[in-house]
C-alpha cells in the first residue's frame, strides 16, 4: 500500500512539474531570436511540451505596429505552412525607380513592394501570437506564433 502511495505522489509530481507555460516558450525564444532574428518555423519542445512556432520578420522603415504585425504575421503563417508542407503561397516583388527633375536638380525615388498572398490551412489560421518584439539592434520586427501540438 505505501507504494502504491509512494507511487501516486511520484507521478502527480512529475505530471505538475512538467506543466507547459507559454511564458518558458516566450523567453527562450526572445533569447534565441531578439539578437539575429530570423524568418522561419520550426518544432521546439520544452519540458515535455512540444510546440510549433512561426517566426516572421521586417524591416520595413514605418513605425505604424499595425502594419508591421500584419506584414510580419503573415510571413509567420508562410513559414509555417511551408514547414507542413501545403504551401498555397505565392510571392511577388516589384521595385520601382523614378527620376524627378526640378529646374537644376534631379532626384530619384526607389519603391519596393513584396505582395504576398497566401491560402493558410485551418491550423495556420489557429495560431496564437505568443510575441512581437524588436531585435536588438532596433531595426528589425520579429513576431512570433505559436502553437501547441
Same mark, same amino acid.
Given at each position: ?37 530570423? %524568418? ?57 525607380? %523614378? ?15 513584396? %505582395? ?34
Amino acid at each position: 500500500m505505501n507504494k502504491l502511495c509512494v507511487l501516486f505522489l511520484f507521478l502527480t509530481i512529475s505530471i505538475y512539474s512538467q506543466e507547459c507555460k507559454t511564458e518558458t516558450l516566450k523567453s527562450t525564444v526572445q533569447n534565441e531570436y531578439k539578437s539575429l532574428p530570423v %524568418e522561419g518555423a520550426k518544432y521546439v519542445s520544452i519540458n515535455g511540451c512540444k510546440y510549433i512556432i512561426g517566426l516572421g520578420v521586417t524591416s520595413s522603415p514605418s513605425k505604424n505596429l499595425s502594419m508591421l504585425n500584419r506584414i510580419a504575421s503573415v510571413k509567420a503563417r508562410r513559414s509555417v505552412v511551408l514547414l507542413l508542407g501545403n504551401p498555397k503561397v505565392t510571392t511577388q516583388s516589384f521595385l520601382t525607380t %523614378e527620376q524627378v527633375i526640378t529646374d537644376n536638380s534631379s532626384s530619384y525615388i526607389e519603391r519596393f513592394v513584396d %505582395e504576398i498572398k497566401e491560402e493558410a490551412s485551418s491550423f495556420v489560421q489557429g495560431m496564437e501570437t505568443l510575441d512581437a518584439f524588436y531585435s536588438n539592434d532596433g531595426k528589425t520586427y520579429v513576431y512570433v506564433l505559436f502553437k501547441k501540438i
